[in-house]
Antibody, heavy 121, light 106 residues
C-alpha cells in the first residue's frame, strides 16, 4: 500500500521560504507511470493545485504561483519537495502531496494526510 | 486557463436520497474530469476518474457521467458516510479544481 507523508518546519515567517518534503513509502517513487503533486487548501476553502514533478525532473507549476515555486525530487530517498518563496499570510494553508497517475485522464490516487503551514511573524 | 463551475455549492439531503452534483468547464475537456470526496480534516479521496470510471474500492452508488463541458456526479442512495464535500478536477490543460459542493444532512 502506497503511503505519502508531508513534513516540514511548521510556522513560516512572512517573506521567508516555505519548504516541505513528501516521503513516499510502499513503492518506489521511480516505478510506474506516476508523477508527484503538491496541492494546498486554505482553511474553509477549496483545493488549489500548486504543481507537479516527474522523476525525470520535468515540472509544471500553477501560473499564479510559478514565480515563487520550485519542486525537486530525490529518488534515492523516495522523496520530493516543495519550496515556496516570499510567503505571505495568504499562503497559510494545509499542504497536501499526492501521487498522479499518468493515464489519458490523469488523476491523483494517493494523498498524504496534509500538513498545516501557518505563515505568521 | 480552464474555469470550473460546480453547482450547487451546498445541498441538504437525507439518507437514501439521490443526489446530483454538476461541474461545468469553460472549454471542452473531453472526458478529462475526476471527482474527489473530502471529509472534514481528511485528505481528498478519488471517486471517479476519466469522467465515468469508478476508482477501485469505491461503492457503485457513485456514478460519473458527461463529456465536453458538462459533467455530473450522482450518488444513487445517500449513505451516512457520504456527507462530505465533493470536488471536480480537470486535467486536460494544466490542473484546476472546482469550488466544491458540500453535502449536508437534512
Amino acid at each position: 500500500q502506497v503511503q505519502l507523508q508531508e513534513s516540514g518546519p511548521g510556522v513560516v515567517k512572512p517573506s521567508q521560504t516555505l519548504s516541505l518534503i513528501c516521503t513516499v513509502s510502499g513503492g518506489s517513487i521511480s516505478s510506474g507511470s506516476y508523477y508527484w503533486n503538491w496541492i494546498r487548501q486554505p482553511a474553509g476553502k477549496g483545493l488549489e493545485w500548486i504543481g507537479h514533478i516527474y522523476t525525470s525532473g520535468r515540472t509544471s507549476y500553477n501560473p499564479s504561483l510559478k514565480s515563487r515555486v520550485t519542486m525537486s525530487v530525490d529518488t534515492s530517498k523516495n522523496q520530493f519537495s516543495l519550496k515556496l518563496s516570499s510567503v505571505t499570510a495568504a499562503d497559510t494553508a494545509v499542504y497536501y502531496c499526492a501521487r498522479g497517475v499518468d493515464f489519458w485522464s490523469a488523476y491523483y490516487d494517493y494523498w498524504g494526510q496534509g500538513t498545516l503551514v501557518p505563515v505568521s511573524a | 486557463d480552464i474555469q470550473m463551475t460546480q453547482s450547487p455549492s451546498s445541498l441538504s439531503a437525507s439518507v437514501g436520497d439521490r443526489v446530483t452534483i454538476t461541474c461545468r468547464t469553460s472549454q471542452t475537456i473531453s472526458r478529462y474530469l475526476n471527482w474527489y470526496q473530502q471529509i472534514p480534516g481528511k485528505a481528498p479521496k478519488l471517486l471517479i476518474y476519466g469522467a465515468s470510471s469508478l476508482q477501485s474500492g469505491v461503492p457503485s452508488r457513485f456514478i460519473g457521467t458527461g463529456s465536453g463541458t458538462d459533467f455530473t456526479l450522482t450518488i444513487r442512495s445517500l449513505q451516512p458516510e457520504d456527507f462530505a464535500t465533493y470536488y471536480c478536477q480537470q486535467t486536460y490543460s494544466s490542473v484546476t479544481f472546482g469550488g466544491g459542493t458540500k453535502v449536508e444532512i437534512k
